[in-house]
């Protein structure tokens, strides 16, 4: 029973570096999305994938990029890396678009040197 | 803007104890107001609230909704250590979007 899965749980760059975490669901939900976590910020909306096809930016997009590679899959990258970008990074997916109950990957921390 | 604010930022009681937890929110278009548990890593759903009033229970755990004074309380009664976490609030508005608060972090002592 895996739910969201998330790689990787813990990833060191360097400034300007780029990477993809990676995040797929085996609960046939539709929506899918991506926040970040930062202390005293709360869980603050990166992007979102309402249903396979379709992206949309959230709260803090600025940085990254999506992929909705198929109904399972939702990918975060980051182009060029920047300590801005040092935070925990969680995956979620729903059944609908923010609809209820959203299940969490277990949370990607990335450190940006 | 959407705000969502939880208090207190942190609270320390002692096994036994009952606690409440508060989460205010100033929203456009409220849909629903949702409690989660975080833990050591993902959070988990606690409760979703749509209709003032109506009391949502799960064992020791209790939430209720104000939409007219525009809050939610969650209280835990009988506190045991395994309710040492942080409990964040999210507030679902009509334009798909899930705004949390900072989140309240629980710490109960033996």
């Known amino acids: 029973n895996a739910g969201v899965t998330q790689t990787p749980k813990f990833q060191v760059l360097k400034t300007g570096q780029s990477m993809t975490l990676q995040c797929a669901q085996d609960m046939n939900h539709n929506s899918m999305y991506w926040y970040r976590q930062d202390p005293g910020m709360g869980l603050r909306l990166i992007y979102y994938s309402a249903s396979e096809g379709t992206t949309d930016k959230g709260e803090v997009p600025n940085g990254y990029n999506v992929s909705r590679l198929n109904k399972r899959e939702f990918s975060l990258r980051l182009e060029s890396a920047a300590p801005s970008q040092t935070s925990v990074y969680f995956c979620a997916s729903s059944l609908m678009a923010l609809t209820g109950e959203l299940f969490f990957g277990e949370g990607s921390r990335l450190t940006v040197l | 803007e959407d705000k969502v604010v939880q208090s207190p930022l942190s609270l320390v009681v002692h096994e036994g104890d009952t606690v409440t937890l508060n989460c205010s929110y100033e929203v456009t278009n409220f849909r629903s107001l949702l409690w989660y548990k975080q833990e050591k890593k993902a959070p988990t759903f606690l409760f979703m609230l749509?209709?003032?009033?109506i009391e949502k229970k799960s064992g020791r755990l209790s939430s209720i909704l104000d939409k007219k004074e525009l809050f939610s309380i969650l209280n835990i009664t009988a506190t045991q250590t395994g309710d040492s976490a942080i409990y964040l609030c999210?507030?679902?508005?009509?334009?798909?979007?899930?705004?949390f608060g900072t989140g309240t972090r629980l710490t109960i002592i033996p």
């Open positions: 749509t209709s003032s009033g």
């Open positions: 999210a507030v679902e508005v009509g334009n798909e979007k899930l705004t």
